[in-house]
Nanobody, 122 residues
């Protein structure tokens, strides 16, 4: 069974950086896409970024372009989300998810990790 495990979350100061990891296991195919999403309390889940397993496709939400970078270590089946210049906001939980296309819509993903919290202090 496919499993996704996020790690790297934690309290960070505004303007600081954090790198999240998403380790995938139980994969039965080589071509897949990993998306990163975040959800703040009382808000809808928002797509942040996605990447293909072959590292040929990457997308970013406008709100994070130039600050976040997604990368893929295919040998480890791990995807990273480097987040820089984090802004103060309500605590958000970041999720990674696996799907068959790279997009920022949660509906298109069918395996999800448990999420890792990323609160940003001002």
């Amino acid at each position: 069974e496919v499993q996704l495990v996020e790690s790297g979350g934690g309290l960070v100061q505004a303007g600081g950086s954090l790198r999240l990891s998403c380790a995938a296991s139980g994969l039965r195919f080589d071509d897949y896409y990993i998306g990163w999403f975040r959800q703040a309390p009382g808000k809808e889940r928002e797509g942040v970024s996605c990447i293909s397993s072959r590292d040929t496709t990457k997308y970013y939400a406008d709100s994070v372009k130039g600050r976040f970078t997604v990368s893929n270590d295919s040998a480890k089946n791990t995807v990273y989300l480097q987040m820089n210049s984090l802004t103060p906001a309500a605590p958000a939980v970041y999720y990674c998810a696996l799907g068959l296309s790279c997009n920022l819509i949660a509906f298109g993903y069918y395996y999800w990790g448990q999420g890792t919290p990323v609160p940003v202090s001002s």
